[in-house]
């Protein structure tokens, strides 16, 4: 796993920084979209973190969890590109997406979690809420899976984090 901070955006690939203005125009683009107004238009969005991962396969997985534990509003939005040509549903590794039920329960059915698989197909992108509306997990990976992560947040919270983030001597 490789998180890109900022300032090494430009030594990415063309075809990838492309890939990231495209990804911007449409995520940023969800703002003006009338069936995302009420949700999303108190937000002023911006593009915070950019990881690159790999699962190495050999049942590689990542347990249930929130991309935004603390609530802060810095990821409001994940979205993850995949890059794995010749995927296929036995090479596992889907993700499982736990979202809130329409009743307001927490994906959860009394019997067990009720997952939806999304498999990380080449060049498929995926967006969803990155609070606690969508517990996710990786399933085992049994090949190479390869993926670019981005998160957007509230442009005031991205500067809380960032802030919080500074070692002290770096401070004014
Ligand atoms: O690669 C994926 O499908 C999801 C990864 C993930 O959940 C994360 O990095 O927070
Ligand atoms: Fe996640």
Known sequence: MKWIPAED????????????????????????????????????????EIQATCYPGGGASYSRHIDDQTGSGARVLTAIMYLNPGWTVEHGGALRVYPKQPDGSMGFDGEGWRGYDVEPLHNRLVVFWSDNRVPHEVKPAHAERFAISVWYGDAAAIAEAKEAERPITARP
């Open 9 to 48: 955006e430009g030594l990415l690939p063309l075809h990838l920084r492309r890939c990231l203005q495209v990804l911007d125009e449409l995520i940023l683009g969800l703002q003006g979209c009338s069936l995302l107004r009420g949700l999303l238009s108190e937000r002023d969005l911006r593009r915070w």
